[in-house]
């Protein structure tokens, strides 16, 4: 069992930065892939980002790349989601998401509860 707590969101400028983390409980946390994923208003919940469990493979929306950046920590079992250039349209519910490697999607892993981020214009 993993439990993913997610912080850091807040309210920042268009072509500001922010940074959200990811804390996650249990001892196996450099075994799983860690996701971010966000949610809009009235919009479905859309893919941000994956790590891989070493941090030596990532992938991004084409929608962040080159502004986003995700990382982790595993001695410290955090992940963390850096967040440059933001847009309004970069405002969202973001979610961290785990899944172990020998699973295909994030779906049937584990969930945080979100971190609200909000760009103004």
């Known amino acids: 069992q993993v439990q993913l707590v997610e912080s850091g969101g807040g309210l920042v400028q268009a072509g500001g930065s922010l940074r959200v983390s990811c804390v996650a409980s249990g001892r196996t946390f450099s075994s799983y892939t860690m996701g971010w994923f966000r949610q809009a208003p009235g919009k479905e919940r859309e893919f941000v980002g994956r790590i891989s469990p070493s941090g030596s493979s990532t992938n991004y929306a084409d929608s962040v790349k080159g502004r986003f950046t995700i990382s982790r920590d595993n001695a410290k079992n955090t992940v963390y989601l850096q967040m440059n250039s933001l847009k309004p349209e970069d405002t969202a519910v973001y979610y961290c998401?785990?899944?172990?490697?020998?699973?295909?999607?994030?779906?049937?892993?584990?969930w945080g509860q979100g971190t609200q981020v909000t760009v103004s214009s």
């Open positions: 998401a785990a899944r172990t490697t020998m699973a295909t999607t994030f779906e049937n892993g584990y």
